[in-house]
């Protein structure tokens, strides 16, 4: 216990109901910590929760395409030769890596 980072202890007592509402709260955000949450919003008051669900996909997207690229330049350093179907599932990739940064772009805006 001497080598904890938070050695001063803090308790309140909550009613049933606060309980449940703390831990719906706690359940909206996505967490189970409740030390962590509690300290937060006893600090700041409030927490922001970031949605990435749109970034993720578009990094995704992003990295589909890259291992493509690299599969093609591997193929074209060893024979010498590209093919068509090549370049225009190239071409797919970036307009579906555009859509996503379009539709990113909207749903900021």
């Known amino acids: 216990m001497a080598d ?8 309140f007592c909550v009613t049933e109901q606060e309980k449940e509402l703390i831990e719906s ?14 300290r937060k919003m006893a600090i700041d008051g ?7 669900t749109e970034q993720k996909k578009l990094a ?6 890259a291992a493509n ?3 093609i330049c591997r193929r074209i350093n060893q024979t ?12 797919a990739k970036q307009r579906e890596i555009w859509e996503l940064f379009k539709q990113s772009q909207r749903a900021e805006l």
Do not use: C, W
């Open 80 to 91: 010498g030769h590209f093919y068509e179907d090549d370049i225009v599932e190239l071409k």
């Open 25 to 38: 709260k706690m359940a909206q955000l996505g967490t189970r910590n409740m030390g962590a949450y509690l």
């Open 4 to 11: 904890r980072t938070r050695p001063i202890r803090i308790e």
């Open 60 to 65: 995704a997207a992003v990295s589909r395409t």
């Open 46 to 52: 409030y927490i922001i929760k970031v949605d990435y």
């Open 69 to 71: 690229i690299n599969h």
